[in-house]
T-cell receptor, first 115, second 110 residues
Framework: EAQVTQNPRYLITVTGKKLTVTCSQNMNHEYMSWYRQDPGLGLRQIYY???????DKGDVPEGYKVSRKEKRNFPLILESPSPNQTSLYFC??????????????FGPGTRLTVL | DQQVKQNSPSLSVQEGRISILNCDYTNSMFDYFLWYKKYPAEGPTFLIS?????DKNEDGRFTVFLNKSAKHLSLHIVPSQPGDSAVYFCAADTGNQFYFGTGTSLTVIP
């Protein structure tokens, strides 16, 4: 089944404790991206990757890191989480071969709470 | 600053009637737009898209209209069904970045 998977689905942590949210897709997509969803703000793009080893900042990259060492995986790293990073996070992927991001397929989301 | 705006946080419609969801954008460089639907506890799923070279795109019960001069797009759902109850996001695609609106929660009343 074609899908984007994220782990963990739920995470409660404390300020300053490094964490990684994994994202994997099995569709051989070039483009991958991370978003956060907050009430009243919709979905905001954190980072995106057009291809392996190519990543770039989205709208709200502060406090986050990403890496794209393999095509299928795009982990989101919070080196020192803070309470304002409490949010619902989505990973997404798309073909992107034409240079367009086009239709994205989203993972189920990761609910992160930073105390 | 929000470049894609959905000014109606919620909308209620009777089953069988038309649902019209609106979206405005500020950046005239946006040339591709999409609508996504989101159910609780799930990721958004793609619904329909439109390129800026068109002013209308249809897919079954869903039609998206684009008015470039007004920087406005709308999603029409006809007829509305209870299963359409969800949050709808419009999005603008620049080719490498996405900008989403804040979402409109649609409730279709049986």
């Amino acid at each position: 089944e074609a899908q984007v998977t994220q782990n963990p689905r739920y995470l409660i942590t404390v300020t300053g404790k490094k964490l990684t949210v994994t994202c994997s897709q099995n569709m051989n997509h070039e483009y991958m991206s991370w978003y956060r969803q907050d009430p009243g703000l919709g979905l905001r793009q954190i980072y995106y990757s057009m291809n392996v080893e190519v990543t770039d900042k989205g709208d709200v990259p502060e406090g986050y890191k990403v890496s794209r060492k393999e095509k299928r995986n795009f982990p989101l790293i919070l080196e020192s989480p803070s309470p304002n990073q409490t949010s619902l996070y989505f990973c997404a992927s798309s073909l992107g071969t034409s240079g367009r991001t086009d239709t994205q397929y989203f993972g189920p989301g990761t609910r992160l709470t930073v105390l | 600053d929000q470049q894609v705006k959905q000014n109606s946080p919620s909308l209620s419609v009777q089953e069988g009637r038309i649902s019209i969801l609106n979206c405005d954008y500020t950046n005239s460089m946006f040339d591709y737009f999409l609508w996504y639907k989101k159910y609780p506890a799930e990721g958004p799923t793609f619904l329909i898209s439109i390129s800026s070279i068109k002013d209308k795109n249809e897919d079954g019960r869903f039609t998206v209209f684009l008015n470039k001069s007004a920087k406005h797009l709308s999603l029409h759902i006809v007829p509305s069904q209870p299963g359409d109850s969800a949050v709808y996001f419009c999005a603008a695609d620049t080719g490498n970045q996405f900008y989403f609106g804040t979402g409109t929660s649609l409730t279709v009343i049986p």
